[in-house]
């Protein structure tokens, strides 16, 4: 059996679309899909898998565009230091009760965690300097945030309908 071939992924223009991806070469866990050297997540558990915890793989960069949405039954995930950008709509309408994020997280894209209806607080890391367009719209139960020191750009709509939303800290 052949050795697969290293993949090296410019990061200069990432783009975290699956249709950019979908040639790379895969490497699947119980339940979740990877580029072969594990940097980019394109897809989490199936919404009838029921996971409700997830560890993402230690080399993990990039978590890709509706990695985890519309999982449901998803309430926590454990992020490894290393991941930097989360992708579109990556976690949109799943479970999530909480969120954790490394300190090496720097840009969460648009509409990363909308409709997390379960998520009530929120601590973004220092290393965060963008937040897309409606990264947190619809989080019903979302309470309070705290903002990271290091922000330069702020989406519109981020905290849109957040209707139980009393303290972001800045």
Do not use: H
Not at 47 to 61: A, F, G, Q, S
Not at 149 to 167: A, M, R, T
């Amino acid at each position: 059996i052949d050795k697969p071939k290293e993949i090296v992924i410019d990061i200069s223009n990432i783009n975290t679309e699956w249709n950019i991806l979908n040639s790379l070469k895969t490497w699947c866990d119980d339940v979740a899909l990877y580029t072969v050297d594990k940097q980019y997540l394109i897809s989490g558990p199936e919404p009838w898998e029921e996971v409700v915890e997830y560890k993402i793989e230690d080399k993990t960069k990039i978590i890709c565009d509706k990695a985890f949405s519309y999982r449901e039954s998803l309430q926590k995930v454990v992020f490894p230091y290393g991941i930097f950008i989360i992708g579109k709509e990556a976690f949109c309408n799943s479970g999530l009760k909480s969120l954790m994020l490394p300190n090496s997280v720097k840009v969460i894209k648009e509409q990363a965690f909308s409709w997390c209806r379960r998520l009530n607080e929120i601590t973004l890391p220092d290393s965060v300097v963008e937040i897309g367009d409606m990264a947190f719209w619809w989080c019903l139960s979302l309470e309070k945030v705290i903002l990271s020191k290091s922000l330069i750009k702020i989406g519109y709509g981020v905290f849109e309908q957040c209707q139980k939303l009393k303290e972001i800290t800045i």
